[in-house]
């Protein structure tokens, strides 16, 4: 792959035809040596996955199983590789039945590839670092910038989607935060409200923070809807009750125009030192395709304090989307909001 966005898009579905996705996780190498993880995701969420991504690639830096001083690998006389299986081919026996259908099936892929606008931001003027020294949490700042960026995008608000993790419980997998809400809406009409002072918008980024920490710490602990919505609507269609203009029937079909995720990084504390002399190592996290069908996906991601990444994908068909102006708005919201803590911060020392 010639850069990032190459990379994800052959990790994310390759040309359509020559990988294939049939385990729980398939581990892609590529010619240049980069590395990369397409995981199925029914079995595990993305934390699990990365956990362990994350512990092969400190594990190599902490304990220098395949490289030597000279950051060369050491080559195959140096390393015990066990009783690792040589690799057979496979034989097919192929029948006018199974081509045709394997002819559809390409045929859908590439129709489904071409149709995916796919792109990575790359934020490297600063990281989560700051935004710590800002009193703030680092999800809560990226939730509320990438609602002043939609709104900048599109111009009207999105139903918005981040997964939370429901680990404090046996078998817990994910809740829904449903991250828009009175207080995000309030600050994002500060931000593009010219009238606004400073003071004005950083208040209600403060405000619209807080709502969402309190959102998110909720949904860990089983204080979410989504799960119960839609438990209620399975009972409902098991018994045949569900109607199409009941309440759950109309809630769970709302579509999530902006579907987002925070991957995890540095889940491997003391075997690496991501800010220090293993920041090369860095992961910028991985993708996943939109949701709706005019709507955006954005997994993103702090590797450490001084960079953001963020998947953002759209599909090309949408009137309504574009992958690379999304990613554009959200970097310039990022910017902006930034711009007024600063400035909010030096006008009350001024005055002290």
């Not at 199925?40 to 690639?57: I, P, Q, R, V």
């Not at 680990?167 to 994002?188: N, P």
């Not at 931000?191 to 923070?209: G, I, Q, T, Y």
Request: proline letters at 3%; hydrophobic letters at 40%.
């Amino acid at each position: 792959p010639k850069d990032l966005v190459d990379q994800a898009r052959l990790l994310m579905h390759g040309d359509g035809k020559s990988l294939w996705f049939d385990k729980s996780v398939t581990i892609v190498t590529f010619p240049n040596g980069k590395a990369g993880l397409m995981c199925e995701h029914s079995y595990a969420d993305a934390l699990t996955n990365a956990h362990m991504w994350e512990w092969l690639m400190s594990g190599e830096a902490k304990e220098g199983h395949l490289t030597g001083p000279d950051s060369h690998t050491k080559g195959y006389d140096a390393v015990d590789v066990g009783a690792v299986p040589k690799a057979t081919r496979l034989t097919w026996r192929m029948t006018a039945e199974l081509k045709e259908a394997i002819a559809k099936a390409v045929a859908h892929n590439l129709e489904a590839i071409d149709n995916l606008d796919h792109t990575i931001l790359q934020f490297e003027d600063w990281g989560k670092g700051f935004i710590k020294k800002a009193r703030c949490s680092p999800d809560a700042f990226a939730q509320l910038a990438m609602q002043l960026a939609y709104r900048m995008d599109t111009g009207k608000g999105a139903l918005v989607y981040e997964s939370s993790v429901t680990r404090f419980f046996s078998h817990g997998r994910t809740e829904t935060v449903r991250s828009l809400s009175i207080e995000s809406k309030a600050f994002v009409d500060a931000m593009l409200d010219d009238k606004a002072s400073n003071a004005e918008r950083v208040k209600r980024f403060r405000a619209a923070a807080e709502k969402h920490s309190d959102l998110y710490k909720n949904a860990m602990v089983g204080q979410g809807v989504d799960r119960h919505l839609f438990g209620l609507y399975l009972v409902m269609r098991g018994f045949r009750w569900a109607k199409e203009d009941d309440f759950i029937s109309q809630a769970i079909r709302i579509p999530w125009t902006l579907s987002t995720s925070q991957s995890p990084q540095n889940q491997t504390t003391g075997r690496w030192d991501p800010n220090g002399k293993d920041a090369k190592m860095i992961s910028p996290g991985g993708g996943f395709g939109p949701v709706d069908k005019d709507g955006y996906g954005v997994s993103y991601m702090f590797p450490n304090d001084n960079v953001i990444f963020a998947h953002v994908s759209s599909k090309k068909n949408s009137q309504d989307t574009d992958s690379t102006r999304f990613k554009n708005n959200i970097a310039a919201a990022f910017k902006r909001i930034r711009a007024c803590i600063e400035a909010d911060d030096a006008s009350k020392s001024k005055a002290n």
